[in-house]
């Protein structure tokens, strides 16, 4: 099974760290991954997005044109974004960032409110991880052990401490995603 994956945003939102620990994941479970991050020079603030393929098989390329997978966290890159998800596909999105909903009907839409959960639950620096917990409730390209191994792998030994907190972001974003 293959999976190409896009998460877009804006630079501070954990968008290049998400993807990471998405092919860490899938390192843990001997999948074929590529991980190839975009983002302009000014970074934060900027728009960023990375590209996660996850696959049983060899990749040919980490290059590509169509998702079955979207993450988008902002118009610019729902804008952007959309009309690149293959048809059956899945876009996930987070609600706070979109002003225009999701137009097309041939894809699987669901829409996450991570931002507005990650404040009033004060786990602003965690919100990425509510998202990606949804992602894996749609979608489980990798265990939640694995995604757990993966977090460890690249956080710095002296933010182990913040390990339980990401768990349960994982954890709320498995819970408060919706179909639209």
């Known amino acids: 099974m293959k999976h190409e994956i896009i998460i877009a945003g804006f630079g501070g939102q954990g968008v290049l760290s998400m993807g990471k620990i998405l092919a ?3 390192l843990m479970e001997g999948k074929e991954v590529s991980w190839m991050p975009s983002y302009g020079p000014e970074q ?3 728009t960023a997005n990375v590209t996660v393929i996850l696959s049983d098989e ?3 390329s980490p290059i ?3 998702y079955d997978i979207a993450i988008i966290l902002n118009q610019p890159s729902m804008d952007k974004f959309e009309s690149k998800v ?3 596909g899945i876009l996930i999105y987070d609600d706070y960032g979109i002003q225009k909903p ?7 839409a669901y829409r996450i409110s991570a931002m507005d959960t990650a404040a009033a639950l004060n786990m602003s620096k965690t919100f990425n991880m509510i998202v990606l917990g949804g992602m894996l409730k749609v979608v489980p390209v990798v265990t ?8 460890k792998k690249t956080l710095p030994e002296r ?3 913040l390990l339980p907190a990401n768990e349960d972001a994982i954890r709320k974003g498995m819970d408060i995603i919706r179909k639209i």
């Open 24 to 26: 860490y994941s899938g």
């Open 44 to 46: 934060r603030g900027g």
């Open 58 to 60: 060899r990749i040919s």
């Open 64 to 66: 590509l044109n169509e």
């Open 86 to 88: 293959k048809k059956g």
């Open 102 to 108: 999701v137009r097309r009907n041939d894809v699987d």
């Open 144 to 151: 939640l052990e694995s995604v757990m191994k993966g977090l």
């Open 159 to 161: 933010h182990y401490n």
